[in-house]
């Protein structure tokens, strides 16, 4: 397997710019995430690194080689496409050892490489059957059987799972994070889905508009949005933002809503002028001692938890309760927010404008 670096990565189709001097680097055996709405660059991004798309400029390195030039034959990587690709005229047993026969393997090597990726994988039972009649899961084995099979030195995969319906989504999800991990591969994954992405990446990528917003652990991303964009991408529901007007400095230690003290972390670099408060759902709580007060809107039961939507004086807010928590529409309830879970954003240029317990400078503001 193989550590891949992007330096200053970008893509023009004539005068429009699909990605924009893009850096990050994944580790050897990370599973890593492409992350983004559609059209945000992140399907060019896996095209240029697999080199099925040359760059406009910039420099890709897999395995310490320059490769950005060369195209994908030269690369030595495994593309799963989202539709499986496979070639409906073969069984299952040929189109996983269709790589290796194109590679002049012996027969007894292939039939040894094709028995162990099939009990990797599961699906012994089926190698003599056509294609066609499978399930969606099971051709989806089969496109990552034939991948897997020629040992490569990198996995890239463009929404392998998002032909599937939810409950094969979900299984076949686990059971590739499984994979990737009994086999230590370096995965590079493009979804849309930010459930996907906290669930099976070691790192993520977050685009939008060609640009990286954020590169970072799933948990540091989610806690720490550096933008306002990641804070709403990311989560369900998303980030509340709790508006106001003011002038904030470094060192100052509460911001006024509403004519009430809220408490926040350490901020970094000033900001003039309109500031978000961004806190999540699950981090907003109900105390009658609070001053800052809200009305309930409506209160949706979800089982183990309530999600209950309120008016501020600042704003709309979710707040993600226990279920057991009674409160009915029209209630005016005292809101608090626990300092260590709030960011704060400059709403001009989205970027956040704190650190908090030293998690490290998310942005400069």
């Known amino acids: 397997m193989a550590q891949i670096i992007i330096k200053n990565l970008r893509k023009d189709f004539g005068d429009f710019t699909a990605v924009k001097s893009s850096s990050f680097t994944i ?41 950005s030039q060369k ?65 969606g899961g099971d051709r989806q084995r089969i496109a990552l059987g034939r ?20 409950e094969f989504r979900e299984r076949m999800a686990e059971e590739l994070r499984a994979l990737h991990d009994r086999m230590n591969a370096t995965t590079v994954y493009v979804t849309h889905d930010q459930l996907e992405a906290m669930q099976m990446g070691d790192k993520i990528v977050v685009m939008n508009h060609g640009s990286v917003e954020q590169f970072g652990v799933p948990q540091e991303i989610y806690d720490w949005p550096a933008s306002m964009f990641v804070a709403t991408f990311i989560g369900s529901p998303s980030m509340n933002f709790l508006r106001f007007n ?22 970094l670099e000033g900001c003039n002028g309109d500031i978000a408060l961004g806190i999540r759902p699950e981090h907003v709580s109900f105390g009658e001692s609070s001053p800052y007060r809200g009305e309930v ?7 183990t938890t309530r999600i209950v939507t309120l008016n501020t ?15 009915t529409a029209g209630e005016i309830v005292g809101l608090q927010f626990n300092p260590d879970t709030i960011t704060l954003f400059n709403e001009k240029t989205g970027a ?8 490290g400078v998310l942005s400069d503001g």
Not at 37 to 43: E, H, L, M, V
Not at 297 to 303: F, K, N, R, T, W
Request: include cysteine; proline fraction near 6%; glycine fraction near 10%.
């Open 71 to 135: 195209r994908a034959s030269h690369r030595d990587i495994a593309f799963v496409f989202q539709m499986f690709a496979l070639y409906p005229h073969l069984n299952v047993r040929q189109n996983i050892s269709y790589p290796l026969k194109s590679q002049g393997m012996s027969r007894a090597g292939i039939k040894a490489k094709v028995a162990e990726v099939a009990g990797i994988l599961g699906i012994e039972d089926i190698l003599n059957k056509p294609v066609g009649g499978l399930s």
């Open 246 to 267: 003011g002038a904030v400095a470094k060192g100052d230690e509460a911001v006024m809503l509403d004519g009430n003290s809220i408490s926040i972390p350490t901020l």
């Open 352 to 359: 956040a404008l704190l650190s908090v317990q030293n998690k």
């Open 27 to 67: 580790e050897d055996g990370e599973f890593f995430m492409l992350l983004g709405p559609s059209g945000c660059g992140k399907t060019t991004t896996l095209r240029m690194i697999a080199g099925l798309e040359l760059p406009t400029s910039g420099e890709i390195y897999i395995d310490g080689e320059e490769v």
């Open 297 to 303: 809107i409506a209160s949706e039961y979800l089982g």
């Open 313 to 327: 004086p600042n704003g709309p807010l979710k707040a993600r309760t226990s279920s057991a928590l009674n409160v």
């Open 147 to 166: 991948a897997i099979v020629r040992d490569p030195k990198a996995f890239l995969m463009d929404e392998p799972l998002g032909a599937l319906d939810a």
